[in-house]
Nanobody
Framework: QVQLVESGGGLVQAGGSLRLSCAAS????????MGWLRQAPGKQRELVAG???????NYADSVKGRFTISRDNAKNTVYLQMNKLEPEDSAVYYC???????????????WGKGTLVTVSS
């Protein structure tokens, strides 16, 4: 099995910064794409940012220029640096990873349980 554990959420004032981390552990042979999604109350889950194992990135238009996704392949960890936070960024942030598991080499997506980000105005 594979586990993803997020950390770094919290309460911050508008204009502030937070850095989210997500560490993957377990029966990991390799990790392909990793990403962050978020879900605000009453809204659908949306992609915030994604990164391939080669380092190519993509971002939602709403966070371009403010958020930066990165990863440390040696640590099986993905990060999300969030700057100039706005109240509209308030949501539960979920980590996602496409993992190849050891032994059977099955490819599937895994999710973390989420970390809450609250931005006050």
């Amino acid at each position: 099995q594979v586990q993803l554990v997020e950390s770094g959420g919290g309460l911050v004032q508008a204009g502030g910064s937070l850095r989210l981390s997500c560490a993957a552990s377990g029966s990991i042979f390799s990790i392909n794409d990793m990403g962050w999604l978020r879900q605000a109350p009453g809204k659908q889950r949306e992609l915030v940012a994604g990164i391939t194992n080669g380092g190519s990135t993509n971002y939602a238009d709403s966070v371009k220029g403010r958020f930066t996704i990165s990863r440390d392949n040696a640590k099986n960890t993905v990060y999300l640096q969030m700057n100039k936070l706005e109240p509209e960024d308030s949501a539960v942030y979920y980590c996602n990873a496409v993992v190849v598991t050891t032994g059977n080499y099955v490819v599937r997506a895994y999710w973390g349980k989420g970390t809450l980000v609250t931005v006050s105005s």
